[in-house]
């Protein structure tokens, strides 16, 4: 299996565009991530969950 598991596949991931910079942040966590950061809170987004589920079936 592809692994999945990042801070940018998270339901609590959010990106914040300011002039000039890029700003990723858990909106779980409340502080400043990136988007291959791996913490044990993830949620997978609802159509990571289904290419898990499609891959899994597939194996």
Not at 19 to 29: A, D, F, Q
Not at 46 to 57: D, P, R, V
Request: charged residues 30%; hydrophobic residues 25%.
């Amino acid at each position: 299996m592809k692994d999945y598991h990042c801070c940018a596949t998270c339901s609590h991931f959010q990106v914040i565009k300011i002039p000039g910079r890029v700003y990723y942040k858990c909106r779980r966590l409340g502080f400043e991530t990136r988007p291959d950061y791996k913490f044990n809170c993830w949620e997978p987004k609802a159509h990571i969950k289904s290419l898990m589920k499609k891959e899994q079936e597939n194996a």
